[in-house]
């Protein structure tokens, strides 16, 4: 409470007025603080509350249950919503949207519907993971957690951004509030899965991924189920990972099956290894029926023979872990010096995984045409 106490106070000060401040990213204990310090009745942070997470209003002029004297008061101090706008929308042939979202700085951020999915879920042993295999009414959005990324790995179009920065949980939980908000989604009634699988890696951001994660399911409602993460392998972020309470669904970007192949297109490789990252995984404790899911980008000549699927059998086999695998069709970008496997290739590689006793499936590419597809996402605007 001290430190909450603390940060709220340098809000507070006289200077504080001249800058906007968002409430949106706020949970139940920083709002309650925050309302005290203007004398407010203890029923006001529940209302906020639900006039933003769950109403997602945009402006505190929505905020219908409060007085006009209030509202006027919290303006005055710099507060506003600050709910992320969509500022130009994208639409592929095949139903899937990608948006530029509009961080605090002004700095966009890409986020992707898909209203049937791309089959990630499928098989990882959740309720989403069932209704992959049985259902199409229902819809995945893709979350980004920093604008670029700093990994590098040579086949994505975010690395060509670098990083510019972190986002804050309220601009990442604020990218799905604002996509619900945009397709009238019924939480409760439509089914949403989340995958933060966007621009960034989530743990170099580990503490506002968490708190995103923590506000959507805590105020938002979206259970963490419902939600699954991917990492490059960040061995520090993993551990940390395995000792939270209330987490996402685990997914790895293996994206090869040997640390030289793995190195040649992800550099990150030579800091953690595939053992190290394999060790980390370990420790994450799984839900009952819940399974860690690899995922593996198959590019043309580069990782994608039947020797390559020998030694993925080889590594899952030696995690000794509840888990499957994610098979992505490398999908195409400029600039990037790789190509595309052959469909045989593919098809061949998949049944290798499952004649071996490995749970293997092949993710739909969603939005190849708009640059919304895994890999793609570089705030394209034409």
Request: charged letters at 25%.
């Amino acid at each position: 409470m001290t430190s909450i106490r603390g940060e709220l106070t340098s809000i507070l000060d006289a200077g504080a007025a001249a800058k906007a401040r968002p409430l949106f990213g706020l949970r139940n204990q920083q709002l309650s603080v925050l309302l005290k310090e203007f004398s407010a009745a203890g029923y006001r942070t529940k209302q906020l509350e639900e006039a933003m997470y769950r109403q997602w209003v945009d402006a505190l002029d929505e905020v219908s249950t409060y007085p006009k004297e209030f509202r006027e008061q919290l303006a005055k101090a710099g507060f506003h919503i600050g709910l992320p706008q969509i500022v130009e929308t994208f639409k592929s042939v095949d139903g899937t949207e990608r948006y530029l979202i509009a961080g605090l700085d002004k700095q966009t951020v890409e986020t992707v519907w898909m209203p049937e999915g791309d089959d990630g879920e499928a098989g990882d042993g959740s309720e989403a993971g069932d209704e992959e295999q049985e259902l199409r009414h229902r819809a995945t959005i893709c979350v980004s957690s920093q604008i670029g990324c700093a990994v590098n790995c040579q086949f994505c179009l975010t690395a060509k951004l670098g990083i510019i920065r972190n986002l804050s949980a309220g601009e990442i939980a604020g990218q799905v509030v604002a996509v619900l908000k945009r397709h009238k989604v019924e939480l409760g009634r439509d089914r949403i899965n989340l995958v933060f699988m966007g621009m960034g890696e989530p743990f170099l951001n580990y503490d506002e991924f968490m708190d995103a994660v923590r506000l959507l399911v805590e105020e938002v409602g979206i259970p963490e189920s419902r939600m699954t993460v991917s990492t490059s392998g960040i061995v520090p972020g993993i551990e940390r990972f395995a000792e939270e309470t209330v987490r996402p669904k685990l997914a790895i970007s293996l994206n090869a099956s040997n640390d030289k192949v793995r190195e040649s297109i992800m550099p990150i490789t030579r800091k953690w290894d595939i053992a190290d990252v394999l060790e980390a995984v370990k420790k994450v404790k799984l839900r009952p029926r819940e399974r860690v899911t690899f995922e593996y980008v198959l590019l043309g000549g580069v990782n994608d023979q039947l020797q390559h699927a020998d030694e993925v059998v080889k590594l899952v086999r030696r995690a000794n872990l509840p888990s499957k695998v994610n098979l992505i069709v490398w999908n195409p970008g400029p600039g990037t010096p790789y190509h595309q496997p052959d469909p045989s290739d593919v098809t061949i590689f998949q049944q290798r995984l499952i004649d071996n006793g490995v749970p293997a499936f092949i993710r739909r590419p969603r939005g190849r045409d708009i640059y919304a597809a895994c890999g793609q996402l570089k705030r394209t605007v034409s």
